[in-house]
């Protein structure tokens, strides 16, 4: 018995010791489990303050670095709190700070950029018009600016990109989070923003700032536009009271639907045509809306006196400087680096490094435009045309807008050639056949050369594109017709029915409107005077002699004397 | 500059245009502030004050537009313009409604094109032969 117990009593001391043992490895093993995870925080702590306590003090700084390698240390690195010192915490803010300030930076000096395309705009519609209207037509342009950006900072903004909110480029925008929309056939339609009006409430924030900065100059672009167009007979009031409407209105409706989230870019996910309606820079919400909004008040406006004879056949009316004429081009195509590479609205994260090849897309689309021009003049005609071949650049240019994010250099360079032809038979259709007078061809260059632009997504996009995974909220890059997706052709054509159906109509309609209440072109006397005197009261060149004009151009003006 | 023809002295840009677009501009600001401000009352004070402004101002232009003078342009069909501009939007439905009648990528393309190409008869064939019909430079 007492044997036994003996022998009980030692399995149970070797049970305890075995649980004892069990029980110390396993603790053990808990630990040596657990410190991992905590040790990286210490070691990587310890590492910030070690590289701080290396950091060029202020004495070797006082020295001066001509070299820059002792600028910009860990020095430079904000901390939460200056007791504790720099934390892991600390340095990842200040990475994602330097992220989304990159992206500012890169966004508003592209911002500038296109801003400064209005003085090209200004040289190449004021060259390509007569001397008698070149006030007038540097004031069109001068004021553009600011009649649009009012209208835009009042409801246009807001209109365009109120329910736009995600882009993470520019730090979320969340307070551009009111999208208004309408349900059909079971899906909901984005159709126009609700947020952002006089850039006030939530939306008076940073990030919004710089958006509202990009997306301005655009508009003003598209506004721009149509003064050329209707250049020497537009009465200066009807065309501030247009180009107010068209910022308030026509451009931001457009505009929302293609890129503040509307029912365009949401194609792809509700009807599964590729990616959507896509349009990287602007080919159809900028150039389009502008080109055709430029058709709908030319048709209003009428021709001017001269330009077609009885029998239909028109009269070339000489510009009074080609010389501003292809500077402004210059400035134009300069200002298109902004355009395009800007649009990314962003150079870190997200795919945007792809701005070098948007860049150079651009630049040789406008290469393969001047080619397409002026050698399709020179073999038409005979000669040289200066201002087609200028039309011809900014063709390319135009064209290669929509397709820059999406398309190879040997895809941008076949596009730009084939908008630098197009620009030239767009011009002789629209001038004989249908009778309309664009005295710079700018519905030409941006009319149909934007809807090219548009249409040419759905053929060349290659599909090496990657903007963080996802376009217009569908994943996978934006492949079109030719690289094999066909659906996203038809997202492109739809569109181009909606700029030829909805924005060509309701300018019209507006500028009929205008037409009514205000009379949108000048008297036969003031047109025949040229209009710098009557309407701005100074001669653009007032030391210069004006030359008699032929009598074909101012058969109008018989009857009638300047006093 | 003064501008005379038959019909006595004719008007060209003038302090009566400057003031109508200057109110245009406060109407259409205080319109604008009244959406911002829809909410409250004053939101909607402040809308009605807008349109009533914008109203002002268009008819004020309206009344001084006479002044304008001859212009180079004759009066032709607004019954032919408006059949035009429709027939460009009616374009635009079909493309619309063709996504939803059928979901093949063929049968969109097509009544896409289709619409698009209704848009452009629109556009190309009828409203130029409205406007040119009764053209000045035809006479």
């Known amino acids: 018995m007492k044997k036994k117990l003996i022998r009980n009593s030692g399995w149970i001391l070797c049970l305890v010791f075995s649980c004892l043992v069990l029980g110390i490895t396993a603790h053990a093993q808990a630990t040596a489990a657990a410190k991992p995870a905590a040790s990286p925080a210490v070691p990587a702590d310890t590492e910030l303050k070690g590289a701080l306590a290396k950091a060029p003090s202020q004495a070797d700084l006082a020295k001066g670095d001509p070299g820059g390698t002792i600028t910009g240390t860990m020095n430079d690195v904000p901390v939460a709190d200056s007791k504790v010192g720099p934390t892991v915490s600390d340095v990842g803010t200040q990475v994602g700070q330097n992220k989304i300030a990159i992206n500012f930076v890169w966004t508003l000096i592209t911002g500038y950029l296109v801003m400064f395309m209005q003085a090209g705009f200004a040289m190449v519609e004021a060259g390509l018009c007569r001397v008698k209207n070149a006030n007038h037509t540097y004031m069109m342009n001068f004021f553009v600016y600011t009649a649009g950006l009012f209208s835009y900072w009042l409801i246009g903004f807001a209109i365009q990109q ?181 649009s990314t609205l962003g150079a870190s994260a997200a795919g945007n490094l792809r701005i070098g090849t948007i860049a150079v897309d651009t630049m040789l689309a406008g290469c393969t435009g001047t080619f397409g021009a002026m050698l399709y003049m020179w073999m038409k005609n005979g000669k040289v045309d200066a201002s087609m071949s200028g039309n011809g650049l900014l063709a390319g240019l135009v064209a290669i807008t929509a397709p820059s994010g999406f398309v190879s250099t040997v895809g941008a360079c076949i596009i730009g050639l084939i908008a630098g032809v197009l620009v030239c038979l767009s011009v002789a259709f629209i001038e004989n056949v249908m009778k309309v007078d664009d005295p710079v061809g700018a519905i030409s260059v941006h009319g149909t050369c934007g809807l090219w632009g548009v249409l040419s997504v759905g053929l060349f996009a290659d599909g090496t594109s990657n903007y963080g995974g996802a376009w217009n909220g569908v994943a996978g890059s934006v492949t079109g017709l030719f690289y094999g997706d066909a659906s996203q052709l038809v997202a492109q054509l739809v569109g181009i029915s909606t700029l030829l159906g909805f924005v060509f109509t309701f300018s019209f309609l507006v500028n009929l409107a205008i037409e009514f209440f205000v009379g949108q072109r000048v008297s036969v006397e003031t047109e025949v005077a040229g209009l710098d005197l009557p309407e701005m009261g100074q001669l653009g060149y007032p030391e210069f002699v004006f030359k008699p004009e032929p009598d074909v151009l101012v058969n109008a003006e018989k009857g009638y004397a300047v006093a | ?136 430079w035809k006479t």
């Open chain 1, 162 to 342: 109120g329910g736009s909110a995600g882009n993470g480029n520019l730090g979320g925008l969340y307070s551009l989070n009111s999208e208004h929309t309408l349900s059909f056939f079971g899906e909901a339609w984005g159709i126009f923003g609700g947020t952002g009006l006089f850039l006030s409430g939530h939306t008076y924030d940073v990030g919004v700032m710089v958006l509202f900065l990009f997306e301005m100059v655009f508009m003003d672009t598209a506004l721009t536009i149509v003064t050329g167009a209707c250049a020497e007979r537009w009465k200066f009031l009807a065309f501030c009271v247009a180009s107010s409407v068209m910022g308030a209105l026509t451009y931001p409706l457009y505009a929302n639907w293609a890129w503040g989230g509307g029912w365009l870019s949401q194609l792809g996910a509700n009807n599964q045509l590729g990616h959507g309606y896509c349009d990287f820079a602007g080919s159809g919400v900028v150039h389009a809306v502008g080109g055709i909004t430029a058709l709908a008040v030319c048709m209003i406006v009428g021709p001017r006196i001269g330009k077609f004879n009885r029998d239909g056949s028109s009269n070339p009316i000489i510009g009074h400087d080609i010389s501003a004429v292809l500077i402004g081009c210059f400035i134009l195509a300069f200002g298109w680096f902004g355009f395009n590479p800007g």
């Open chain 2, 1 to 136: 500059m003064t501008l005379r023809g038959p019909g006595g002295v004719v008007m060209a840009a003038n302090k009566s245009q400057g003031s109508f677009y200057t109110l245009f501009l406060a109407a259409a600001t205080v319109l604008c502030a009244g959406v911002f401000l829809w909410s409250g009352g004053l939101g909607k004070l402040l809308f009605v004050v807008g349109v009533l402004g914008l109203l002002a101002s268009l008819f004020g232009m309206l009344k001084i537009k006479p002044l304008e003078g001859r212009t180079a342009l004759k009066p032709s069909s607004t019954a032919m313009k408006l059949i035009g501009a429709f027939v460009a939007a009616f374009g635009w439905f079909i493309t619309l409604f063709g996504m939803h009648l059928t979901i093949s990528v063929a049968g969109r393309m097509i009544l896409a094109l289709v619409g698009i190409g209704v848009t452009l008869f629109g556009i190309i064939v009828i409203l130029p032969a409205a406007f040119n019909k009764n053209a000045v």
